[in-house]
């Protein structure tokens, strides 16, 4: 998966919590996207990033904050967890902007809140 | 409103047959699409980029075409197997210039031997 890792791969956490997932690159890729994948609406971006503390807001940012302090870790941070954020959560990386380029995605991460 | 729509769920096919997978696109002015695979527990996972100019795109068993009149592409795999068996997602880079990925649902694809 092109030298993308994403930790924990399954968290189970309760409403009002907070949750922090990391994804880590060995590949010195630019940039870095969270994306959360929904049964019946694909794949939405939360987060990305273009560079060491260079973050933006995707379509679903609300509720989530996103930190990148290294080339090669990019954490999302849900403040305080809700149902509705129940959710496969994938870390990406793309060499350039996505007009020229694909993006390489880790495994996922299963979030459930309850 | 901006909608990604891929033709079906799901679309079963016989060994040996061209599977053909549409995307239709409303409401984006894409400069970029691309066409990914994704296996149930995995991520998805890159196989074709297509430029407006571009009217199509081979990779060995593999064709996507792009029409901006139509605002549709297809995407086709020919000879297929049951290895080919997936879920199939296109995905497109608005021409606005966010750095953003937009998705459909997919396809899940199954190759019936």
């Known amino acids: 998966d092109a030298g993308i890792t994403q930790s924990p791969r399954h968290k189970v956490t309760e409403t009002g919590t907070p949750v922090t997932l990391r994804c880590h690159q060995t590949e010195n890729h630019r940039y870095m996207y969270w994306y959360r994948q929904d049964p019946g609406h694909g794949l939405r971006l939360i987060h990305y990033?273009?560079?060491?503390?260079?973050?933006d807001k995707g379509e679903v940012s609300d509720g989530y904050s996103v930190s990148r302090s290294k080339t090669e870790d990019f954490l999302l941070t849900l403040e305080s967890a809700t149902s509705s954020q129940t959710s496969v959560y994938f870390c990406a990386i793309s060499e350039s902007i996505l007009a020229n380029t694909e993006a390489f995605f880790g495994q996922g991460t299963r979030l459930t809140v309850v | 409103s901006q909608k990604i729509e891929q033709n079906s769920e799901a679309l079963n096919i016989q060994e040996g047959k061209t599977a053909t997978l549409t995307c239709n696109y409303t409401n984006y002015s894409p400069a970029y699409l691309q066409w990914y695979r994704q296996d149930p527990g995995r991520g998805p996972v890159f196989l074709l980029l297509i430029r407006e100019n571009e009217k199509e795109k081979r990779k060995e068993r593999l064709k996507v075409t792009f029409d901006t009149t139509l605002k549709q592409s297809l995407f086709h795999i020919t000879a297929s197997q049951p290895a080919d068996s997936a879920t199939y997602l296109c995905?497109?880079?608005?021409?606005?210039?966010?750095?953003?990925?937009?998705f459909g649902t997919g396809t899940r694809l199954t190759v019936i031997p």
């Open positions: 990033s273009y560079g060491v503390k260079d973050t």
């Open positions: 995905a497109l880079v608005d021409q606005t210039g966010a750095n953003n990925l937009f």
